[in-house]
Structure formats: C-alpha cells, structure tokens
C-alpha cells in the first residue's frame, strides 16, 4: 500500500453507520417537514446540519472507516512561537501589479494591539469625514429649501396696504388718460419704486404711464408727418413765389416742431427704458401666476407695443386675461408703432377697439375712441376719424389728446 493512500474495508466488514440511528431533520427544506427523514435529503449518519469541527461531525469522523487515517491535531491556542509563522508582512515584487508599499514600510502585525488601535483610529477618521459631507449636504439641502419658500420674502419685504392702494388708484387713474393726471400719477409712482425698489407692481404702474407718453408722443411726430406730407405735394404744384415761401415757410415749421419732437422722443425713451430695467429686476423675486407677475406682463407687452416689437402680441396672451382693457389695447398701439403693416392689420386693430366700445365697463373711456382715429387717419379716412374725435369729446370736453389731434389735421386744411 502507497504512503498517504486510505486503507480500504474488505467487502464483508460491517457498515459502521448502520448502527446508528437516523438523526432527525429539524429544517424543513424541499417539503420535509419537522421530525421527518428524507433518504435523498438525510443520509444515514449524517446531519445536513453537521458543520465541519462540530461535536457531531468529529464524532462522526472517528468513529467512521477515515477515523484512524486522521492525525490527531492539538488546538493552536495562542503559543507564540506557532503564532509566529501566521504574522502578516508586505511584500512587494516586479510580478505584482499596482503599487508597491514604500521601502521601509512598517509590517502591519494584526495581533499586535498598536495597530490594531491605529486601524481603529484611521476607520474612526474616514467615518467621522462621512459624516460631516453627509451633514454638509443636508444643510445646502436644507437652505435651498428654506430659500425657495422664504427668501423671496426676505428680499421683498411687506408692502403697506396704503401703498398698495396708491398703485391701485394710479393704474386706474391712468384709464382716463388725461396728460395732466398721468403727470401727477406718474410722478406719485416714481417716489414709490424710489422708495420700494422691491415693489414690482409700482414698476409695472410707472412703466405703463411712461408708455402711454411714449405713444402720444409716437402718434403727434405721425401727424407731423403726414401733414408735412401734404404740404410737400401742394408746394410742388404751386407757381405763385409769394404763395410758395409761405407754404415753404409753414413745412420748415413741421421740421421744427419734428425736431423738438425727436430730442422729447429721446429724453422719454431713455425714462421708459430705465424704468423697464428696473421693473425687470423687482421681478424676478415674483412668484408665478401672481397678480404682481400679471401686473408686470401688461406693462412688459404695452411697451413693447409703442416700440413697435410683434412680440408684444404674444406677451399680451401669456400674462393677461383677454379682457383686461390695456391687453386690449395693444394691437392698436402695435398697429400705429409699426412699420410695413398691411391694410387688414389696421383693420383688425379697429375690430378689438369696437369690442372694447361696446363693452359698458369701458364704454366711455376716451382712449379707444382716440386710437380708433389714429388708425383710420392711417387707413386716409379722415371722415370716420373726425367723428372717432367727436365721441372722444362728448365723454371730456377737455380731453386735450383729441384736441391736439384734431389741430393737427385741421393745419392742414387752411
């Protein structure tokens, strides 16, 4: 028999595990239940839950056919001297990959309580580390929360109702459109954004007023114009040299009065646009679908409007309700601020107009009524545009708009 190699049993030697009993299987797998034996699950002498080392199994193991053939082992205990061939030390070499430790480097000993503790201490760093990012993290968390819901408040701070009111009652101050009240209204609101930079509807206010001067004043350079057209087209036919110098005379007024129009023109342009700038920034702290974010749109698109941008339209629709008055009166101050328009958009212009006419909360307002003859003076329908002016004057007598308009044209007349 070969060194190492188990002895066999002869053929009519006695199963040493058919004496003992079956142990019962407590686990129920594969459908044995408790107290059951299964001879594919449970073999004669052995526990599925035997593990290597335990009583049962050594048991097992020497009483069985392998028993002698096992040497008997005495526990390692913590003799030093067996401990010694156990102790763990870093090696480094050209057939290793990564990075080899340092020369020098100190052997970790895992029995040693040194550095047992200095392992301890490291693993405590990296932990303590964790959970300072974690916290760090859940701070900036906590105060982008707290800033969505509270620092726009913070920045905007409370608006007394009283000044509130006073914005209320410029805006529909304004709806009148007398030149003298608009003044007055304008000037209150531009003490209050002076004092309220925040306050987004008072911006909203004073831009609206300022566009409103910035579209009279659009409209009377219009009406300059077209009577210096006129008057170009009579002095071209004229032959008589006394009547020519007058005529000539009376046109080299119109550029006058252009000009001075042109340096108003620039000095109120720079306003709206100051005013516009400063609306803008008091809302960017609005929350959306608010009253204040309303306000502001109506004032964004009837600005654009007098400037002659399209995109006025869009901005009008987005914001507002379709039956706000300023929204309504967009497309006609779109239509007289812009070049290139064709016949059906002054026409379509005058439809929205009528709409506002026939409505009774706005049936006596006179600025419908002065746009209407602006726009049909654009359309040389001086006839519908004179009578537009006459219902204009039955609401005021002294609306100095329709007045001044009505000079205008007559000018040329004479």
Request: glycine letters at 6%; a negative charge.
């Amino acid at each position: 028999m070969l060194e190492g190699q188990l002895e066999t049993l002869p053929p009519d030697a006695p199963d040493p595990f058919a004496s003992r009993p079956p142990v019962a299987q407590t686990l129920v797998f594969g459908g044995a239940r408790s107290g059951e034996t299964d001879p594919d699950l449970d073999p004669s002498g052995v526990s599925p839950l035997m593990y290597p080392g335990g009583p049962d199994m050594q048991a097992t193991m020497q009483e069985g056919p392998i028993g002698s053939t096992l040497p008997s082992l005495p526990n390692i205990g913590t003799d030093p001297e067996r401990l010694a061939p156990m102790r763990l030390e870093q090696v480094s070499s050209p057939d290793l990959g990564g990075v080899a430790p340092p020369v020098g480097a100190p052997a970790i000993d895992i029995f040693n309580d040194a550095a047992v503790e200095a392992l301890a201490r490291r693993s405590r760093r990296r932990s303590v580390i964790a959970i300072v990012a974690v916290l760090v993290v859940v701070l900036l968390a906590g105060a982008a929360v707290v800033w969505q819901f509270f620092g726009k408040q913070l920045l905007n701070p409370g608006i007394a109702a009283e000044t509130r009111n006073a914005v209320e009652q410029a805006v529909g101050q304004l709806r009148k459109d007398d030149p003298e009240t608009r003044k007055t209204e304008t000037s209150r609101l531009e003490q209050i954004v002076k004092d309220l930079p925040a306050f987004a509807d008072a911006h909203a206010a004073l831009v609206l007023a300022l566009s409103l001067d910035l579209d009279d004043l659009h409209a009377e350079n219009s009406a300059l114009v077209s009577n210096y057209a006129i008057l170009e087209g009579r002095l071209n036919g004229m032959k008589d040299s006394a009547e020519k110098n007058a005529l000539a005379a009376r046109i080299n007024g119109l550029v006058a009065q252009q000009t001075a129009l042109r340096e108003r023109d620039g000095a109120l342009r720079a306003k709206v646009d100051k005013a516009q700038r400063a609306m803008e920034t008091a809302a960017e702290a609005l929350e959306p679908g608010s009253s204040s974010e309303a306000a502001v749109g109506r004032a964004r698109a009837y600005v654009k409007a007098v400037s002659g941008l399209q995109t006025a339209t869009a901005i009008a629709e987005k914001f507002q309700d379709p039956d706000d008055y300023w929204v309504r009166l967009v497309p006609a101050s779109l239509a007289l601020n812009s070049v290139g328009l064709k016949r059906a958009d002054f026409q379509a212009a005058l439809a929205t107009l009528d709409g506002l006419k026939a409505d009774d909360g706005t049936a006596r307002l006179p600025r419908p009524y002065l746009l209407t003859a602006r726009l049909l003076i654009e359309l040389s329908e001086r006839e519908k545009a004179d009578a537009a002016l006459n219902k204009a004057l039955e609401f005021s007598g002294d609306y100095t708009p329709a007045l001044e308009l009505r000079r205008l044209l007559a000018s040329v007349d004479k």
